[in-house]
Nanobody
């Protein structure tokens, strides 16, 4: 059974930091590009960052220099370190897995974790 379980969300003041984690199970983690997306109320879901099995990363312009994505292939876990948080970062953050190579076409989503940036 495939599972992506996010944790680490919560309420933080502007300028603060949070670290999201996504624990994966039930699929071959190394065969997937892992990513974080977010959806704010009334807006579409946006890509935040992705990381390949070889640790190549890609970031949305609105988080460059503030967020860092990483993965631990031994623990089947992907992280999102979020610094200098702004109120506009408030959203539900979703973990995503997209298959590559033999696993192309397969995609999985986590249930989401709420991040609220407010004073």
């Amino acid at each position: 059974q495939v599972q992506l379980v996010e944790s680490g969300g919560g309420l933080v003041q502007p300028g603060g930091s949070l670290r999201l984690s996504c624990a994966a199970s039930g699929f071959t983690f190394s065969g997937y590009v892992m990513g974080w997306y977010r959806k704010a109320p009334g807006k579409q879901r946006d890509l935040v960052a992705t990381i390949t099995n070889g640790h190549s990363t890609n970031y949305a312009d609105f988080v460059k220099g503030r967020f860092t994505i990483s993965r631990d292939n031994a623990k089947n876990t992907v992280y999102l370190q979020m610094n200098s948080l702004k109120p506009e970062d408030t959203a539900v953050y979703y973990c995503n897995a997209q298959g590559r190579g033999w696993w192309s076409g397969r995609q999985y989503w986590g249930q989401g974790t709420q991040v609220t940036v407010s004073s």
